[in-house]
């Protein structure tokens, strides 16, 4: 992992794009919800709206992870103006498909939207999310935090921790 990414990675999680008790009906509501806010915050362009449900709907991003299910949906690089990864808690778990298949459904309860400009920056940080996901401690803190602050300060940690490894 180049140093780069070392200093890139902590700094993609935001307040401003985490969120606990996310309220959405479906899918389809949580995708233009969350894209109004990345809109409005200037981290995506118009086209993104309809990249993200397009992408979800041919290459799904559900995981079976224990103890929860999350989804990290995310989309080509040109539709992203400033890098990001929103950080969502929905108030009631989401329906996605997972991942490799367009038949099995999971019920996310934590979602990882990323929004990377450079493809490459995926691979290392999908990496180390998968192995945060396998950590069942983990998952438990991050579904149990009450204030997204905490919530982020759990996940700097982790992913630092990881990243510098």
Known sequence: MS????????RLFTPELTFLNFVCKNSTDFFE?????????????????????ERERCYPTGLRTAPYHVAIPHTDPETIRKPFIAVIRPQTALQFYE??????TVEARLLFLLGLNRSEAQVP?????MEM?????MMERLLQETSEQRLLNVLHQYVVGRSLS
């Open 3 to 10: 140093v780069r990414e070392k200093e890139l990675f902590p």
């Open 33 to 53: 919800k969350i894209t109004d806010i990345l809109l409005e915050k200037g981290y995506v362009k118009e086209s993104f709206r309809q990249a993200i449900q």
């Open 99 to 104: 991942m490799g298949t367009n038949e099995e």
């Open 125 to 129: 940080l999908l990496q180390i999310m």
């Open 133 to 137: 996901f396998a950590d069942q401690q």
